[in-house]
């Protein structure tokens, strides 16, 4: 049924190449400027919800990615885009729905911080192993990943962006909360240009794929929503926490995952249409989640609106 993904190439024009390295430098730049220590120690304080939270994202996610590329027998550019997002911590824009839904909001923004510290390391590690794992499946998902660009782009792109704001934050911090609102605005501008670029030059290519990723990309999202739930649920944690571990779960930053994308898979317009869609799918099915949770009575133990990180 997917195999229509396979061999579908995209084309970015030289002069985008260069923002793709940007975004994921000055992203990952924003991010470190967004995090707040007194956050962290609280959400370090969450016992068993951390461990719990940051199992859903980096165990649970992946493991259910492998499990439905392996059942449906997805092409390579298919189970690529998916793992990519699978590999990418929880946005912000969780936090946000968990707010609206009655989740424990706090603990979402901490999660979320948490797991961007350790993207720059887990992220790569979830991805390649996911690749591996595929590759030696024997099916048809299997991945060609370049693992020196792979590597680059984890130690270049990610972790020395992070460190980089993390000390300009330390240095300079009045002046770090000063320029971070600008900051991200620049970043959603030139992600902006990035996107609409990759879509004038491809939209052909991208809307005959559309019809196949709708489906894909509904089941893999649900069944990360679930999933996270479930495993809450299972551990015995209160509602609230419960729902801020779903989706946490099942909405993890895109704008990484789309810049990755276009990093690692420049030639495969399957992948990088996977990633968009889903980044699109992600905010209607978690807003529909958390509208039916407002409903309820439950209300959320934290009473502070907690401090967002980059909107992604």
């Known amino acids: 049924m997917f195999d229509a993904l396979n061999g ?10 260069p923002l793709v390295g940007a975004v994921q430098a000055l992203m990952m730049v924003i991010v470190s400027l967004h995090l707040d220590p007194a956050q962290l120690r609280r959400t370090l304080g969450s016992g068993k919800s951390l461990l719990v939270g940051l199992a859903a994202q980096w165990l649970l996610l992946p493991t259910l990615t492998l499990a439905l590329a392996l059942l449906l027998r997805l092409p390579a550019s298919a189970a690529a885009g998916l793992l990519l997002v699978a590999a990418c911590p929880g946005g912000a824009a969780a936090a946000y729905l968990s707010l609206v839904g009655r989740g424990n909001a706090v603990l979402c923004v901490g999660l979320s911080a948490i797991a961007t510290l350790a993207a720059a390391v887990l992220t790569p590690a979830v991805f390649g192993t996911g690749a591996w794992l595929l590759g030696g499946s024997g099916g048809s998902a299997g991945i060609h990943l370049d693992f020196v660009s792979l590597l680059r782009t984890a130690l270049g792109l990610m972790l020395l962006p992070l460190l980089a704001g993390l000390a300009f934050r330390w240095r300079f911090p009045q002046l770090a909360l000063r320029l971070r609102q600008p900051l991200k605005l ?97 905010l209607l099915s978690g807003g529909v989640v958390a509208l039916c949770w407002a409903r309820g009575a439950s209300p959320s133990p934290a009473a502070e609106e907690p401090a967002m990180p980059v909107a992604q």
């Open 186 to 282: 620049a970043l959603g501008l030139i992600l902006g240009m990035l996107v609409i670029g990759a879509l004038y030059g491809n939209a052909g290519k991208l809307a005959q794929l559309l019809k196949l990723l709708v489906p894909l990309v509904a089941l893999h999202n649900g069944l990360g929503l679930l999933g996270g739930y479930l495993l809450a649920w299972a551990a015995r944690l209160p509602a609230a926490d419960r729902r801020a571990i779903a989706l946490g779960t099942g909405i993890t930053n895109s704008g990484l995952s789309v810049v990755l994308a276009f990093s690692l898979f420049p030639d495969s317009a399957a992948t990088v249409a996977v990633v968009m869609w889903w980044s699109a799918w992600r």
């Open 8 to 17: 579908a190439g995209i084309e970015l024009h030289p002069g985008q190449l």
